[in-house]
């Protein structure tokens, strides 16, 4: 029985767990919507909702708390926004914690609760298997399309398998052909009685 036994471990120890956790959830905050597995969806959902739900809020308290939970950083997905030094390291840019504030909240002031889901994808990982899911924050159906891509080392797995199977083809059918051209030994029986 799994008498006390709550949360998603993910197989990680609890310092990999959270960073794990205030990675994905800094993902879908910046993006609106990621791919990862089923589990750790499942495992960074609550999380996610919890961290909008104090931004809703908006007090500095909320915004402290968030900051403690999430860890404020750079958003580096729009580059015209974000400035570098000579060095090419990053300088300043716009602030996770802000856009969270000010971008992603106001569209749930109305809702209460519920605002992300995961729509399972229906396809595997190719490493290990794993169920692939997308998690994405309600509102978002004009985003980016949930079908995706292959990648790429599928594609290159269903050129080969079409290869082998020309190949295969190709070997089968000159022994066809060859079967057809010799004509049957003809038996004392098909030629007359002798």
């Given at each position: ?120 994808l229906g396809k595997k990982r190719i490493g290990d298997k794993a169920e692939l899911c997308v998690l994405q924050l309600c509102g978002d159906e004009d985003g980016p399309e949930i079908g995706g891509r292959l ?44």
């Amino acid at each position: 029985m799994r008498h006390r036994r709550a949360g998603h471990k993910l197989g990680r120890t609890s310092t990999h767990r959270t960073a794990t956790l205030r990675n994905l959830a800094a993902g879908l905050i910046e993006h609106g919507q990621i791919t990862t597995t089923v589990h750790k969806a499942k495992a960074v959902q609550p999380f996610v909702e919890k961290l909008i739900t104090l931004a809703k809020r908006g007090d500095l308290h909320s915004r402290r708390l968030v900051i403690a939970r999430l860890r404020d950083r750079v958003m580096t997905g729009d580059e015209s926004a974000v400035e570098r030094n000579r060095y090419g390291e990053l300088r300043k840019g716009p602030k996770l914690i802000k856009h969270l504030f000010e971008e992603v909240a106001p569209r749930f002031a109305d809702r209460p609760g519920g605002y992300t889901r995961i729509v399972k994808l229906g396809k595997k990982r190719i490493g290990d298997k794993a169920e692939l899911c997308v998690l994405q924050l309600c509102g978002d159906e004009d985003g980016p399309e949930i079908g995706g891509r292959l990648s790429h080392r599928r594609r290159i797995a269903d050129k080969r398998t079409a290869y082998a199977a020309k190949l295969r083809k190709g070997f089968a059918a000159p022994a066809k052909k060859e079967a057809k051209a010799e004509p049957a030994p003809e038996t004392p029986a098909e030629s007359g009685g002798e």
